[in-house]
């Protein structure tokens, strides 16, 4: 949910882009629905403050989401890391400790995969 100091944000960023001449577009951003923009040839998503890069048809909006979905991946993972090593501080019992290190090697992978994807992300959209 917005707080009130997010919608009017977004509101001043709205009537700011469209007094520069921005276009609001029949696109919609999947992440927050909201419509998109064209601001100096760029679309713009003003409600989640991000650039989405047109390539062409869906294309352009999946690879602007990959940017917002990695760090919530990211921050997701580095949540269940900090749940299961309280966990393995906490048991003795080997097959649980051998459970819990197979799923932390797993998740410590994911983090990679995921924070090598937002750079290459970050890179492209700069
Ligand atoms: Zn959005």
Known sequence: MASDEEEREYMRRMADALKSGAKMLADHCPVC???????????????????????????????????????????????KLDALTSLLKKTGEINEIREITEAIKSILDALEKASKLQKDFTEKTR
């Not at 040839?41 to 003003?46: A, T």
């Not at 403050?49 to 940017?67: F, M, P, S, T, Y």
């Open 33 to 79: 629905n909201s419509p998109l923009f064209e601001i100096n040839g760029e679309i713009w998503c003003l409600r989640c403050n991000k650039r989405v890069i047109k390539v062409r048809g869906d294309e352009d909006v999946d690879q602007a989401l990959a940017g917002i979905t990695l760090s919530e991946v990211s921050k997701a993972l580095t949540a």
